[in-house]
């Protein structure tokens, strides 16, 4: 038997899911699963990888081009800037984004720094960005976003407050750039916030569902949330900004008995399988 332990101590503990996933990590797991045929994997290390880097991680979104009678879902317009500063100005004009253009650094590790984003208001500040990272167009969402948390088939949903809408005024006004350390986070919750309905609303359940179904197969994962927004303005118009593998789960609500759903529906698929598989 592989002796894995002395293994998940040195790349496990303290650290979050993504950050785990070294090359020399995959191997040692991959060779535990080889080993171990019985033992379960909820979700392959290299699909994980793919939500490391925020060029890839949308993608899958952006190609499903999700529209039905409950709404349509895209991606904001993005940009990547893997070097030089200098560059921005030019490559955010070619590439015809409008701002405010909100910078998120591009590697999606799980560490504090990578929750970290930064506002720029005007074409001078754009040089003050530090690549690499992926620049999205801001879009205006009554400061609200919605978190909505997958573990298998099941969908929670809540409400976070998020950047304030940005007016025309404000940003013929407004120059620099702006750093949030963290937006978002549980402290920030605006589910029982008195908010104007229809930006509080809830995206569509049916929506939601589908979204998730198909998240799931594009990506190959089970474990995941979604950070959305509704574009201010409209009913219907919903955009998926960012999303995070084995995200902190305990924010969710009844996630003790959502988990343990999740992992007893695991048990008995991989039960019948078996069963099966003896029979033949």
Same mark, same amino acid.
């Given at each position: 038997?592989?002796?894995?332990? @002395?293994?998940?101590?040195?790349?496990?503990?303290?650290?979050?899911?993504?950050?785990?996933?070294?090359?020399?990590?995959?191997?040692?797991?991959?060779?535990?699963?080889?080993?171990?045929?019985?033992?379960?994997?909820?979700?392959?290390?290299?699909?994980?990888?793919?939500?490391?880097?925020?060029?890839?991680?949308?993608?899958?979104?952006?190609?499903?081009?999700?529209?039905?009678?409950?709404?349509?879902?895209?991606?904001?317009?993005?940009? !990547?800037?893997?070097?030089?500063?200098?560059?921005?100005?030019?490559?955010?004009?070619?590439?015809?984004?409008?701002?405010?253009?909100?910078?998120?650094?591009? !590697?999606?590790?799980?560490?504090?720094?990578?929750?970290?984003?930064?506002?720029?208001?005007?074409?001078?500040?754009?040089?003050?960005?530090?690549?690499?990272? !992926? $620049?999205?167009?801001? !879009?205006?969402?009554?400061?609200?976003?919605?978190?909505?948390?997958?573990?298998?088939?099941?969908?929670?949903?809540?409400?976070?407050?998020?950047? @304030?809408?940005?007016?025309?005024?404000?940003?013929?006004?407004?120059?620099?750039?702006?750093?949030?350390?963290?937006?978002?986070?549980?402290?920030?919750?605006?589910?029982?916030?008195?908010?104007?309905?229809?930006?509080?609303?809830?995206?569509?359940?049916?929506?939601?569902?589908?979204?998730?179904?198909?998240?799931?197969?594009?990506?190959?994962?089970? $474990?995941?949330?979604?950070?959305?927004?509704?574009?201010?303005?409209?009913?219907?118009?919903?955009?998926?900004?960012?999303?995070?593998?084995? @995200?902190?789960?305990?924010?969710?609500?009844?996630?003790?008995?959502?988990?343990?759903?999740?992992?007893?529906?695991?048990?008995?698929?991989?039960?019948?399988?078996?069963?099966?598989?003896?029979?033949?």
């Amino acid at each position: 038997m592989l002796p894995i332990w @002395p293994f998940v101590r040195r790349y496990v503990l303290g650290t979050s899911p993504t950050q785990q996933i070294g090359k020399e990590w995959r191997l040692i797991l991959e060779e535990y699963r080889l080993g171990h045929p019985d033992v379960t994997v909820l979700d392959p290390p290299d699909a994980i990888l793919h939500l490391r880097n925020r060029q890839s991680m949308l993608q899958c979104v952006a190609d499903m081009n999700l529209s039905d009678s409950y709404g349509r879902v895209g991606v904001p317009k993005q940009l !990547v800037i893997k070097r030089d500063a200098s560059s921005i100005p030019e490559a955010v004009n070619k590439a015809g984004l409008r701002l405010p253009l909100v910078a998120k650094p591009l !590697v999606a590790d799980g560490s504090a720094k990578s929750h970290e984003l930064s506002l720029a208001y005007d074409q001078h500040s754009l040089l003050k960005l530090e690549p690499p990272l !992926v $620049l999205q167009e801001f !879009v205006n969402h009554g400061g609200v976003l919605f978190k909505v948390y997958i573990v298998g088939e099941a969908i929670r949903v809540v409400r976070r407050f998020s950047l @304030p809408d940005v007016s025309r005024r404000e940003l013929s006004k407004a120059a620099g750039v702006f750093h949030f350390p963290r937006v978002s986070c549980a402290a920030a919750s605006a589910d029982d916030a008195d908010l104007d309905p229809n930006i509080a609303e809830l995206p569509p359940r049916p929506l939601l569902e589908r979204l998730a179904k198909e998240l799931r197969r594009g990506l190959g994962l089970r $474990l995941f949330n979604l950070d959305i927004i509704r574009e201010h303005g409209t009913r219907d118009q919903f955009y998926v900004i960012d999303i995070n593998y084995f @995200p902190g789960y305990g924010k969710m609500p009844e996630y003790e008995h959502v988990f343990t759903d999740f992992l007893l529906s695991v048990v008995q698929s991989q039960f019948k399988k078996r069963a099966l598989a003896d029979q033949y």
